[in-house]
């Protein structure tokens, strides 16, 4: 070998090493909390092909499923870098977010590691084919740090100068992963395409690899690059291609990857491993069963398992690769897209985190009934209220995880929430008598189901009593109310809703409004570029103002401003718009879904579309096209242009006080009009005459959510002389159909009525109060109403229009089609 030749392949193989160096190790809550889970869906999918059970502990007599393996793995990673203490690096830093386990002196640790050993941060020029700037810029974003301003240093420009003229191909992979973890500017963007072309272009065409004197390690490489930049022309086709490739070239029996033309660096090695399990599930493949369906292949991850790469005393590039490459495997396989390094890329992370904190209030849920089994002073009404506080939690973190536009967002939301879920605890004490208040307080009024509710908190003894001796039979009280008649109530916006600015608006780091509290200003945009504000809350500050507490779509950044028609709208069409024109300059498309998945056709800007109905898609309204497809109902993308008045979509504004009670354990009869009722003294009040302005319903402060939901042994359904009808009925909630068919119920009966008889048919859990023009859904298969100015509920509509009565008085025609939708 000629010496420059044999200088290039050292510079090469160094600089592989350098890759886990240059940039430079509590218990992860989550993860020990889900290692009781005994099974997934995706691991029963596993044993399909063959994929025997990791080897693992036993918990309780339950044997960890892969899935558990690599949880406890990347505990154990983390663990073994938490050590390092004062010497964690960039990588380290980069493994401890992803794995929810870094602390402020970690990240200061990480970020004096950036400082000192990257080469242009320290001083010096470009590392070796970009792998100082590689490993900086991921650490930095990791920790919350802008790589275009390192104490008055552009490392994201440093690294486009490079990306012009890259120095080596292992450049070019570097230095596009670098600038793939965020949005830096137009250089970088242009430089990011510019790399991207070049790479497909350096893809063997008949192979479907990329060529280098470690064809597995380069081509892990390029395909953990090119998965951070599916948006680009070419992209998708090259990993597709490539991924077949490596599954017919390099894929083991054993899980690993070789490169048998190539003995002196393609021999399957543990770094080979693990780099191309990352690159194959940052492309989306499922690492976790086998990529040939042959019962003598191991899954991927399971080989990076039988390693054990994160054990003590292993090489520190190799325990930070493995946990990154078991961090990437998880992310995939809970519906994460793309690689974990794309941290701004919108929703990226959204559906795996989502993942993440429902199965961490299922194993909360799972450790509060077994920590109650051997605890004699837990109550079984203390366990239920901590497992009702789990699933109140949940459903406060699933609505943000929803709002979430990037990755690093929806990350923070989830650890957050994951911290809440496992502070809950099983209270050992009786529950406090509620206090009376000495001081009457005005009631306020809250609207459900199109029923005007008048909650009086303060109660009397007596209905104390009441309440507390049905505490056995439901997770909260009934609201004490009395006969009072409310007038028009005091319009508010609604909480939980999406709003954009109309014109210039300033965020507060408090309601306390001065100038040195106040955070950003946004400035008045044109109706395409306005920002949107998830309202999380209302109130009045300190200086007499009504304000929101909102969180900004766009950055998560939280904080107050002032509120009001004057500086906000509603950013979702609601009303009964016929025709719309498309104003997004880059269009929009129809799809086949009401979740705007099943992508029909593109529309571009201009174009005008008939609308059949308006649907309710929890914050996210939706538009349904007369040809049956579905397009966005944001504000800042479409322009209504025809908008039809409906008597239907009005409110009741004049009220008449009602007495109803609530539906505990007698279900209603076969006669299909009304429910047998326990009455409690809850006051409410229908309201007959209409007004101009529709309200959406919002939860009723206290709603009775049984734990033991009371089973409908009767269903509505008609009798064999008696004249029937057919309404379909679908349920949805967490952007998923819980139910859907259809169900025959006697001539005259109501949308209630249908909705009793269809949870039956069904196998559904119901709850509600009231009956007839008083009717409130408080739960379906536990998803139940919240408190209320949470906009936390069930709604409800008929062939796509919102009725201005209750379910319980809306008399059904045959062929009518009700919606349930969950709302938070």
Known sequence: MKRKKFLYWFSIVLGIFLIFSSGGNSSRADAASRADVASRADVASAYNYGLTKAKGPKINSEVYTVSDAVDSAISAGLAEIAQKGPKIDAWDATCLVFGDRITDSQAQYAYESILKNNDFLSGGSQGLNGISDVSAVNGLVAIGKDPTNVNGKNLVANIVKDANNPASNYSIVNDLEALSTGSYGQASETARTSLTKKLIGMQDQKTGLWNGFDKV????????????NTNQPG????????????????????????????????????????IMTNALASAGVNVYVPLKEKTDYIAPVQRVLDQHLVSAGNHAMLIQQA???????????????????????????????????????????RSIIRSSI????????AVNDAINLVDKILVTYLSKLRADSTSSAAIADRAAGVKELNNVTVSHA???????????????????????????????SSASSSSSATSTSSSSSVPISTPTVSGKPVKKASHRSIVYALTTVKLYRS??????????????????????????????????????????????KTGYTLSGSKYFAHAYYSAKVTR?????PKGINEYGKVNLTSKKRHVKKNASLSVRKVVNYGLYNRMQLTNGRYITANKKLILATKIKKSSQNTRPSTPTATTTGTSTSTPPTNSGSTATTATTGTTTTTNNSPSATPTLPVALTNPVALTNPVALTNPVTPSNDAKTITTTISIHADGATIASGSIKVSSGASAFDALQAFAQQQGLALTYKGSGATTYVTGINGYNAGPAGTMTGWLYSVNGTVPGSSMGAYTLKDGDSISMTYNK
Do not use: C, W
């Open 217 to 228: 390690d380069y081509t892990a490489r390029a395909i953990l690059a090119l998965s951070m």
């Open 430 to 460: 009786a529950p406090a008598t509620p206090v009376t208040p000495a001081t009457p307080v005005t009631p306020p009024t809250v609207t459900n189901n199109n029923v005007t509710v008048v909650n009086n908190p303060a109660s009397s």
């Open 323 to 365: 946990t990154l490459a078991l961090e990437q495997a998880r992310f995939t396989r809970n519906g994460g897209k793309g690689s974990i390094f794309a941290f701004n890329q919108t929703d990226a992370a959204k559906p795996g985190e989502i993942v993440n904190i429902k199965d961490a209030a299922i194993a909360k849920k």
């Open 580 to 584: 719309i024109k498309v104003i997004n």
């Open 235 to 274: 992209v998708a086709e090259a990993l597709n291609t490539a991924v077949k490739a490596v599954i017919n070239h390099f894929y083991q029996k054993n899980g690993g990857f070789a490169d048998s033309s190539n003995t002196m660096y393609g021999a399957e090695n543990a770094y080979n491993d693990v």
């Open 511 to 556: 309601s306390n409004f001065t100038k040195s509290n106040l955070t950003k200003t946004y400035k008045k945009r044109a109706r395409i570029n306005r920002p949107m504000f998830l309202v999380i809350s209302q109130q009045t500050n300190k200086q007499g103002h009504a304000i929101y507490r909102v969180k900004d779509m766009n950055s998560g």
């Open 374 to 381: 051997s605890d004699p002073q837990a109550t079984a009404a």
